[in-house]
C-alpha cells in the first residue's frame, strides 16, 4: 500500500469486503510520532573540513558556489510517522546570495520521502567527524542511530525557483545503491556532534538525464514539540540529546 498525501497528512488506504464485495475503505491518517525543525549543519570542534551547507553540490546557475542554506528554523522540517516513513519538506537558499544580501535569493523547495530500514548500509555507519576523537570518547555513538532509504513508491524531489534553476524539477535517489544510506542521530551529520541527518544523493532531471551525480544533505534536527509527538520525543530525539549532555558533562569532570 502506498502513502499518498490529504491536507498535509500521508494516508493509508485499504480494503475491505462490504456484502461479499471488495470495496475501498476510508484512508486513515498516519499518526505523526516525530517532528523536527531543520537547519544547516555548521562544523564544531569535532570536524576540520568546510563551512556548513543544508545541500552541498548542486549546480543552482552561474551565479551560486554550489551550496545551499537554511535561513530560519521555518524554513525545513523532518516528520516521522509511526509506519516507520518520514516527510522531510520546507526550503533552502542559495548560500552565496544570503550571505551577499540578496533579499530575494534562488534556491530549492525539499520534497524528500524515506522509507526506515533494518540498521546500516553494507559501508556500515559514514564516519565524517575527524577531530578529537568524538567515536572513542564516546560523545557520538553510531550504534544508536537510524538508517532510511528513499521511498520506492513516493518520488523525492527538489525543486527550483529563482535565476536560472526557476521551475526545475529534480528527482533524487541514494548515490551509494544502499552503501551509505540517510542516517539520522547525535553526530550523524557529519559536521557536528548535534542530534542531525546526512546522506549522499544523486540527481535527474524531468528528461531523466543525470543532473547532479554526487551532493548531499548535511543538517541539524531540533525537535518541534506537537500534541502527537510530545510523548514520543521523550524517548528518541529527546533522550538523543539528553545522553549528549550528559556525555559531555562527565567528560568535563
Known amino acids: 500500500m502506498n502513502p ?76 516521522e510517522y509511526d509506519d516507520g516513513t518520514v516527510h522531510f519538506y520546507g526550503t533552502v537558499y542559495d548560500k552565496k546570495q544570503v550571505n551577499g544580501g540578496n533579499a530575494s535569493p534562488f534556491g530549492w523547495e525539499v520534497d524528500v520521502h524515506l522509507v526506515k530500514r533494518d540498521g546500516a548500509g553494507t559501508g556500515g555507519p559514514k564516519k565524517e567527524l575527524n577531530r578529537n576523537n568524538p567515536y572513542g570518547s564516546g560523545v557520538v555513538d553510531p550504534s544508536t542511530w537510524s538508517f532510511y532509504d528513499f521511498s520506492d513508491n513516493v518520488a523525492s524531489t527538489l525543486t527550483g525557483f529563482g535565476g536560472e534553476i526557476d521551475n526545475l524539477v529534480l528527482t533524487i535517489d541514494d548515490l551509494t545503491g544502499g552503501k551509505y544510506p ?54 528518541t530525539g529527546g533522550a538523543a540529546i539528553a545522553r549528549k549532555r550528559k556525555q559531555e558533562r562527565d567528560n568535563e569532570s
Not at 556548513?52 to 552561474?62: C, F, K, P, R
Not at 542521530?185 to 557536528?192: L, M, Q, R
Open 4 to 79: 499518498i498525501k490529504h491536507f498535509g497528512l500521508p494516508l493509508m488506504a485499504a480494503s475491505v469486503v462490504v456484502g461479499g464485495f471488495m470495496m475501498e475503505a476510508p484512508a486513515q491518517a498516519l499518526e505523526l510520532v516525530n517532528k523536527y525543525s531543520v537547519t544547516t549543519a555548521y562544523k564544531d570542534q569535532y570536524y576540520g573540513g568546510g563551512a556548513g551547507h543544508t545541500i552541498y553540490g548542486l549546480d543552482a546557475g552561474s551565479l551560486n558556489e554550489r551550496s545551499s542554506i537554511t535561513t530560519s528554523s521555518e524554513d525545513l522540517f523532518w516528520e
Open 182 to 235: 540517510v542516517q539520522v542521530g547525535i553526530g550523524a551529520n557529519g559536521k557536528n556532534s548535534n542530534l542531525g541527518m546526512s546522506t549522499w544523493f544523486k540527481a535527474y532531471d524531468e528528461n531523466g538525464n543525470l543532473y547532479e551525480n554526487h551532493a548531499d544533505f548535511n543538517v541539524d534536527l531540533t525537535p518541534v514539540p506537537t500534541p502527537a509527538a510530545g510523548l514520543a520525543w521523550l524517548f
